[in-house]
């Protein structure tokens, strides 16, 4: 990882892992996110120069750690691939100044709504899960809620509920994570109307900044709202073998 932006972005969405594990569990030997019961976000993110890969493995194999290893160095990640691991994915980083966002075609109707309630979080839930492919605990979801650093959205057209995203709000960065749109409302520029409104609503508020990150596939949509693109990126690996 080659810049101080891309230092940042990195930084950022490990600070969001370490506060989610730190409400389930955590081994202060390694820096890792797990939540048993959810799909995210469980990662190993400890690049020590000293790391007992062997004794890692072993306890991935016990299911006391994730099978998911993600980092920002690409020498890293390929020894982690000499090691019984696989790269599975590689998403770019992404950075923006509050004066960079750029407002995308309006989405008619469209109302972005903070989530209040343990009713709007279920929702919310279900948006997010068809889109990843992830499970959630509604109970965990719920102690996330009273993270003050986290803020859960859900997007509305008129009385239709159409899309979901999270921000986590560090150090006057914003975060953008998990931003999903029913299969249905899909290719009407929800998605981006939903991102755009949920930064706008943390810029209003005080923030000088976002970060993400994004598939390859997803990169063009993020540039339209005003991100740049950097050439730096997360590698998630995977322990080969281990069922997921």
């Not at 990640?77 to 019984?84: D, E, F, I, V, Y």
């Not at 249905?184 to 609503?201: C, D, F, P, W």
Request: charged residues 20%.
């Amino acid at each position: 990882m080659g810049t101080t932006e891309a230092n940042i972005i990195v930084n950022h969405h490990f600070e969001l892992y370490r506060i989610l594990a730190s409400i389930s569990s955590s081994d202060k030997g390694i820096d890792y996110a797990i939540t048993p019961e959810n799909s995210f976000p469980n990662f190993i993110f400890n690049e020590a120069e000293n790391v007992d890969i062997g004794l890692i493995k072993k306890k991935i194999e016990a299911n006391q750690l994730p099978p998911f290893w993600i980092t920002s160095s690409k020498q890293f990640a390929t020894w982690l691939n000499q090691n019984g691991f696989k790269l599975v994915r590689a998403w770019p980083l992404l950075i923006m100044n509050k004066n960079e966002l750029i407002e995308p075609k309006e989405v008619e109707g469209f109302v972005l709504e903070k989530v209040a309630n343990k009713k709007e979080l279920l929702t919310w839930k279900k948006i997010v899960e068809a889109e990843y492919n992830y499970q959630f605990k509604i109970e965990t979801l719920s102690l996330w809620l009273s993270i003050s650093e986290i803020d859960f959205f859900i997007g509305k057209v008129g009385e239709t509920i159409v899309s979901a995203t999270l921000n986590f709000n560090f150090n006057n960065i914003v975060g953008s994570h998990l931003t999903a749109t029913k299969k249905e409302h899909r290719k009407k520029g929800i998605g981006m109307q939903t991102v755009y409104s949920a930064l706008n609503y943390r810029f209003n508020n005080g923030n000088h900044s976002s970060i993400a990150s994004t598939t390859e596939l997803g990169i063009n949509a993020w540039q339209k709202i005003g991100y740049t693109v950097l050439d730096d990126k997360l590698y998630i690996n995977w322990l080969l073998g281990k069922m997921i």
